[in-house]
């Protein structure tokens, strides 16, 4: 059997930090006093995400998630999730478009601070066919705070 | 085993690297790839037998009209059809159970009658019948499945006891492999009083198929899973069932003669081939059915069979990993699950090895939740792969498994 060390660009997308946060996702769960609730999937590949806020003013002041998936959405999700609290919603739909550019191969959003623990997820934007993954929390939030 | 080598070098997208690695095709379920003699029989049809069948007064078009009938009977010989007018060429088995749904279905299921699908069924098998069943009031009854993944005989019995109109059932799981015990249940089920569907979308491109020895009364195939082309396909169906069943669709080549407000239609089974057909498809599935009858379906069948056993016998080695399905009375599908690393991750990482799999639910949703999964892993094998791709989906798992601490890298 190969137990060859695994492929560069294979290390790139599967970042400790990445399979930290989908093993032990941050956030997980349901919010007992939700302002903002919403449900997506992706029906190609089954990936499922519930994603709850609590929004005081124009402040969002907790986040929780439930989902089912793979280690990108699922870590994206926990990450996302870190990031939101404290935020105003107009800070929020801002990350989400860093997030948006860094997955469409944007180096400086890469290396934008303010996106915290997601920058793991830059590796990604190598695989085409995972962007979606890793942006199904982010279009959940989206939904989320203009419905 | 079958010669591989010989049979790759038939095959020119096998030859072309994927990610700079030799191509590791193991996504048959989902479509095949293309010998030389099918894509060569496509071309030569345009480059000189082009015209619109059954219409001209030409030669041309009488040559054209002879090729596509010739492939009709082609497909009637290889499954063993009643009769070649009781081959239908759809897009595939998808319209094909449409066609069954959309006209016998609609002419003779009532509200309150019940219709029989099985909760292995690929969603192409059950939402036409949903569709149907919500349309008529009739009830739709999903026949469980046992643990290691089988029809649950007890449960279909007794589903019967309903006397369902219709009973449709797949011949192969296409998620899990099992090779339904299909001339049981067709008994079965015309003991009961139903007429018999039966998906053969798995088994025609693996198996040696009679639909006279099933004894169903439709069975439903996809081209393009057996070497031919995308959007080739057909309905097989006992003659005096389509005689009796009222048009799918309306248009030209359906009818007989039309009037301002009404029609009379054409002879079966022109009459559910309603517009232009895709010739070159059917001219590409006879080319297909060639091959296929070159090398021989009960050898592929062994081949596959051999494929399949090697593959769950490594799979089951390593820890942490999980093979769906019936250990004998199987195909060449291979679903597995591997620890908590997602499918897709798991097909993201063979990828790179130039190994296709499928990640996913397998249009199998139902299913997946009786194996209480969102998703599998599958590896599905056909003529072209050798025991050498086992080994290196077998190999590239175990770097997955490094990659997520399951083994050490």
């Known amino acids: 059997m190969d137990t060859s060390p695994p492929e560069p660009q294979l290390t790139t997308l599967y970042q400790e930090l990445i399979l930290d946060h989908y093993r032990r996702p941050r956030n997980k769960g349901t919010l007992e006093q939700a302002t903002h609730t919403v449900s997506l999937n992706n029906p190609l590949c089954g990936d499922e995400i519930d994603l709850q806020l609590r929004v005081d003013g124009d402040v969002i002041k907790d986040a929780r998630f439930i989902g089912r998936g793979c280690s990108i959405s699922q870590a994206a999700a926990s990450m996302m999730t870190q990031l939101l609290k404290d935020k105003s919603i107009p800070q929020a739909l801002a990350l989400a478009d860093r997030m948006s550019a860094m997955m469409h191969g944007d180096l400086s959003a890469a290396r934008d601070k303010s996106l915290g623990d997601l920058r793991a997820l830059a590796g990604v934007s190598k695989f085409p066919v995972r962007i979606k993954c890793a942006l199904l929390p982010w279009n959940a939030l989206t939904d989320a705070v203009k419905t | ?409």
């Not at chain 2, 590791?24 to 071309?43: E, I, M």
């Not at chain 2, 998808?94 to 299921?109: D, K, M, P, Q, S």
Request: aromatic share 8%; with cysteine.
């Open chain 2, 1 to 409: 085993m079958l010669d591989v080598a010989r049979i790759r070098a038939d095959f020119p997208l096998l030859g072309q690297p994927e990610n700079g690695r030799r191509l590791v095709y193991l996504d048959n379920a989902a479509t095949t790839q293309k010998p030389q003699a099918v894509l060569d029989a496509v071309a030569e049809y345009y480059r000189t037998t082009n015209a619109n069948v059954h219409r001209g007064a030409y030669d041309l078009a009488i040559r054209a009209t002879e090729a596509y009938e010739t492939a009709r009977a082609k497909v009637a010989a290889f499954v063993n059809a009643w009769a070649p007018e009781g081959v239908v060429f759809t897009r595939g088995t998808t319209e094909a159970i449409n066609l069954v749904a959309g006209a016998y279905g609609r002419a003779n299921v009532r509200a309150g009658d019940s219709v029989v699908v099985t909760a292995m069924d690929h969603h192409s098998n059950l939402v036409p019948w949903q569709l149907l069943c919500q349309e008529k009031g009739a009830t739709l009854r999903m026949v469980e499945i046992t643990e290691d993944g089988r029809i649950d005989l007890s449960d279909f019995g007794r589903a019967l006891e309903r006397r369902p109109k219709i009973v449709a059932f797949p011949y192969v799981s296409n998620a899990l492999g099992t090779v339904n015990p299909v001339a049981q249940l067709a008994k079965l089920a015309h003991a009961g009083g139903a007429v018999v569907v039966v998906d053969g979308a798995q088994s025609t491109p693996h198996l040696k198929v009679d639909v006279r020895a099933i004894e169903c009364d439709f069975y439903a195939l996809s081209g393009h899973k057996m070497l031919g082309p995308m959007g080739s396909g057909a309905l097989v169906a006992k003659p005096e069932l389509l005689e009796a069943m009222p048009p799918y669709h309306g248009g030209g080549e359906m009818i007989s003669r039309v009037w301002d407000d009404h029609s009379t239609y054409n002879k079966i089974p022109h009459k559910f081939e309603a517009g232009t057909p895709n010739v070159e498809a059917a001219v590409g599935l006879a080319a297909a059915i060639a091959y296929l009858e070159r090398v021989g379906p009960e050898r592929i069948a062994d081949h596959e069979r051999a494929l399949a056993a090697a593959a769950i016998d490594k799979l089951v080695q390593i820890e942490g990993v999980t093979v769906y399905g019936p250990r004998d009375h199987r195909a060449g599908v291979v679903s597995f699950t591997y620890g908590d690393i997602h499918p897709h991750d798991i097909a993201t990482i063979l990828d790179q090895d130039g190994i296709c799999i499928r990640a996913g639910h397998h249009c199998a949703q139902p299913l997946m939740r009786r194996l209480n999964v969102a998703a599998t892993a599958r590896a599905s094998f056909y003529l072209y792969n050798g025991l050498d791709e086992v080994d290196a989906l077998v190999g590239s798992l175990v770097k997955a498994g490094a990659l997520f601490g399951y083994v050490p890298a």
